[in-house]
């Protein structure tokens, strides 16, 4: 059996008997010898396929070797062809110098001298054929290499489809769960919107209800008992609507809050005897507040309100009476997924019913409430949540059925020293006398709104002309009618709101103070406090409406001085 053709020996040797001898030999020890006859016939066969090459050196004295470098030269990186030359005795420079050559042509050559032993050409034949099949072992590892690094290319490309398919399906279920999420979150807001709307329809229908009947009752009432008791009613209805509308706000975060720092012992201190009056006589409260507690950075009536309406809810979970525990701590680089800083908890603990996880779940939802039909607006712990987080800081529940509730305020600590005067509630309002202020001028779209600030107005001391637009204002400027102040709504229609109407009544006439007004702080207040401009939300009692009109007038007294002062 004839062996493979890259395994073949080539034999060069055309003069004598040297090439058909030689091939006798190898033939003789099992090797697969081909006689090449000329140059050309030997590359040609070297083409085919070899192993080795046998030749005698006097075979390519004075021949073209071009085309046997030119193989030599093209051979694969792992492919460098074994060479037997065998040569003469000869040793003359020209010989040597030409042999040089020869070898450097070869590159891979072993010359075997005459006279030699046929056992010696055998074994140098065979070296070179084993030096050769390691060539081709390079040559299968690197065929192996290449494979491998095709099936790989071929094994990433597939992954790499995969995987985009993969991410692609992935996009799209993302995209399907954001919608999905979206409709959820949609639908919450309409539910929302509907718990929203039905409790305050329901709750404003109620102090309507009172008024209007109110109104109605005046009119049928000779006794002066009976109708001061209804005017209480009225005036207490329209309290609790305020006190709705501020809930509702804080519960937005929409109510514009005053932060400050705050003494929180001194200020709860200041409101024992607000507690007093707003508990029942088996409930009692206890404050416990240690010397070093920080002081916060709070809106100091909204904290005041929020624990009134912690400890009123505190009572009404203790039927049977008990103890409120107002506590506070600090709470040093704190760090959760919420705050981070140095806060102080202000805990407001009772030993009541307890809530279980159902009602907990549910709690800062606005008019979700545990109590009957009439005892509460269900408005208490959202306007709880709304002020904290306002106030950069959160609300906690820790509650257990039975055993009673713990309610965490975690407030901002202030680096800044308190005031000494504490934002108490005013108990006792003292009604302004009237007397002469001066002539205001009053912006108000709303007819009935601007007759009731009329009569207040007028109750107060003032002769008032009434505008309707922020135009018409202007326009009573212009016409040279003398106004002290002017006092205007923010929210009107016209195309110019209440802040823009200062702006350019403070170009026009600097020396006319402006204060204004707004049943929504938030749509303008931003602007009006950059411009220095006061604003009284509404709704606002006839005290609170005096006391913003002095302040006003007052600070523009104060600004014009130092203007007079700098000029001289």
Not at 204 to 209: A, D, I, Y
Not at 242 to 257: E, G, I
Not at 296 to 317: C, K, T, Y
Not at 546 to 553: D, E, R
């Amino acid at each position: 059996m004839s062996a493979a053709p890259d395994q073949r020996i080539l034999v060069f040797a055309p003069i004598g008997r040297d090439g058909p001898a030689s091939v006798e030999l190898f033939r003789s020890a099992n090797l697969e010898a081909v006689n090449c006859r000329n140059l050309a016939e030997l590359v040609s066969e070297m083409a085919l396929g070899v192993g080795a090459v046998f030749v005698a050196e006097e075979a390519l004295f004075g021949k073209d070797t071009v085309p046997l470098a030119q193989w030599i030269a093209s051979q694969p990186p792992w492919s460098d062809l074994p060479f037997v030359v065998l040569t003469s005795h000869r040793e003359q420079p020209a010989v040597m110098a030409w042999r040089r050559s020869l070898v450097s042509l070869l590159r891979n050559v072993s010359l075997l001298e005459r006279p030699l032993q046929p056992m010696t050409l055998t074994s140098a034949v065979q070296s070179a054929l084993r030096a050769r099949r390691r060539q081709y072992e390079v040559r299968a590892l690197l065929a192996a290499r290449e494979q491998t690094a095709q099936q790989l290319e071929k094994l990433v490309v597939e992954r790499t489809r995969a995987l985009a398919e993969a991410n692609e399906q992935l996009r799209l279920e993302m995209n399907e769960r954001a919608r999905v999420e979206e409709t959820l979150r949609q639908a919450q807001k309409i539910e929302a919107i509907g718990q929203l709307t039905g409790g305050v329809a329901h709750d404003f229908n109620n102090l309507l209800m009172v008024i209007s009947g109110g109104l109605d009752m005046l009119d049928r009432q000779a006794d002066p008992d009976r109708r001061r008791r209804l005017m209480d009613g009225m005036v207490q209805a329209a309290q609790r609507g305020a006190s709705l509308t501020r809930q509702l706000l804080a519960f937005s975060r929409r109510q514009t809050l005053r932060p400050e720092p705050v003494d929180v012992a001194a200020q709860m201190g200041g409101m024992r005897e607000l507690l007093d009056r707003s508990l029942r006589g088996d409930v009692h409260v206890e404050f416990d507040f240690p010397d070093t507690l920080w002081p916060v950075e709070v809106d100091p009536g909204e904290l005041e309100l929020v624990i009134l309406n912690l400890a009123v809810n505190a009572r009404d979970a203790m039927p049977n009476g008990g103890t409120i525990v107002v506590r506070g701590e600090n709470l040093p680089d704190l760090k959760d997924e919420q705050i981070v800083g140095d806060f102080v908890r202000l805990s407001v603990i009772d030993t009541g019913v307890g809530m279980g996880p159902e009602i907990l779940s549910r709690v800062f939802e606005p008019f979700f409430t545990t109590k009957e039909v009439g005892k509460g607006s269900g408005l208490g712990l959202a306007q709880v949540h709304g002020f904290a987080t306002q106030s950069r800081g959160t609300v906690r529940i820790r509650s257990e059925v039975g055993k009673g509730t713990s309610i965490e305020l975690y407030l901002p600590r202030s680096h800044n020293v308190p005031s000494r005067e504490l934002h108490l509630v005013d108990l006792n309002m003292v009604r302004p006398t009237r007397s002469t202020h001066g002539r205001i001028l009053l912006v108000e779209d709303d007819d009935e709104v601007a007759a009731l600030v009329s009569e207040m107005l007028a109750q107060l001391g003032y002769e008032v002309t009434h505008a309707a637009s922020g135009a018409a204002a202007l326009g009573a400027l212009a016409d040279g009618r003398t106004v002290d102040l002017v006092f205007s709504d923010i929210m009107m229609p016209g195309g110019m709101n209440g802040v823009e109407l200062a702006r350019e009544i403070r170009r026009r006439r600097s020396d006319i103070p402006v204060l204004l007004t707004s049943g929504y702080s938030e749509a303008a207040v931003h602007d009006a406090e950059l411009a220095g401009i006061q604003i009284l939300p509404k709704p606002y009692h006839i005290e609170e409406l005096a006391a913003a009109l002095k302040a006003v007038t007052s600070d523009l007294g104060r600004e014009m001085d130092t203007k007079r002062s700098n000029r001289c």
